[in-house]
């Protein structure tokens, strides 16, 4: 599992422009194919150069192509792929703290409309002239001999976020940044239900949850009373069963979705929490069907 945020600040293959907590980066990928997993610290913008890319999430897929721009928010993990050609994107990482800030600094009303469905981890956003003039005015800073000043450098982040808040276009975003402003951190709970099948350390979950390993810890089993370990092997493997019963994946395919990373420790876990193999137990839904078949027949 890659942290994104951390790879792009490592990678050779980006620019980068960074103040304080917040990063500007255009990061260039040679197509290659490859799907991988990715988690991040920070909320962050994407808008895509060239290319194209799938981000797939528990609620969606998303595919962005040259000219596209989305929000995501922290506390995620998202499927992405890179296709066709060489992939370049604008990515613009941007704090909860900066994103408070903001807002109280320039008293922006939230414009959240009506409350339907919570918004996904990736908010796909609407383009209009000033946004799409925004990103375009960023790439001039990446071929300048020196880099922009502290203060214009922050001043073009708060820039993107005025823009986002004063225009009732871009009302998913509006909602998420209200929520921000109005909790202290994120919610362990929704993290944690939207992302217990990835394969993180319980570390990488506290980071993801923006707390420490203990804070993390005692919190969870608040909320959960049960440690974040036993309860991440039960959600594992009921929705492997879940998966096992429901669809026609493989038995790797599904230890893999369920996050188990080696075979024969899933096999062992879910043989002794359920009485029955994974293979056992895909044979028995096997067995329904065909002589639900029979019958109709």
């Not at 620019?15 to 304080?20: E, H, L, M, N, Y």
């Not at 990061?27 to 920070?42: A, E, H, L, R």
């Not at 797939?56 to 992405?80: H, N, W």
């Not at 009303?109 to 409350?115: A, E, Q, S, T």
Request: charged residues 25%; glycine residues 4%; aromatic residues 12%.
């Amino acid at each position: 599992m890659i942290n994104l945020q951390e790879y792009i600040q490592q990678s050779p293959f980006s620019k980068k422009i960074a103040v304080d907590e917040l990063l500007f980066a255009e990061f260039t990928c040679p197509q290659d194919g490859k799907k991988t997993s990715v988690w991040w610290n920070d909320n962050f913008f994407s808008h895509v150069l060239t290319g194209t890319t799938v981000l797939k999430t528990p609620r969606g897929e998303y595919v962005l192509k040259a000219g596209d721009s989305a929000f995501a928010r922290k506390g995620s993990l998202i499927g992405y792929n890179h296709t066709y050609e060489d992939f370049c994107e604008l990515l613009i990482f941007v704090p909860d703290n900066f994103i408070k800030m903001v807002a109280q600094k320039y008293s922006m009303p939230f414009l959240i409309g009506p409350v339907n469905d919570p918004a996904d981890t990736v908010i796909p956003l609407i383009s209009d002239n000033i946004l799409t003039a925004y990103f375009q005015s960023l790439l001039t800073h990446f071929v300048q001999p020196t880099p922009p000043a502290s203060m214009l450098l922050k001043l073009k982040f708060e820039e993107l976020l005025l823009n986002i808040l004063s225009n009732n276009i871009h009302t998913p975003v509006n909602r998420y940044f209200f929520e921000v402003c109005r909790t202290a951190k994120p919610s362990i709970r929704e993290i944690m239900e939207l992302n217990f099948f990835s394969n993180l350390s319980l570390d990488e979950f506290a980071r993801l949850c923006s707390r420490s390993l203990s804070t993390f810890k005692r919190e969870f089993m608040q909320i959960y009373n049960a440690s974040p370990g036993k309860w991440l092997m039960e959600k594992r493997l009921e929705y492997s069963r879940y998966l096992l019963k429901t669809t026609e994946l493989s038995i790797d395919e599904i230890r893999l979705e369920s996050g188990f990373e080696n075979r024969t420790h899933f096999i062992r876990v879910f043989k002794n929490r359920f009485g029955v193999t994974p293979g056992k137990q895909k044979k028995a839904k096997r067995s329904v069907v065909e002589e639900s078949y029979t019958r109709a027949s």
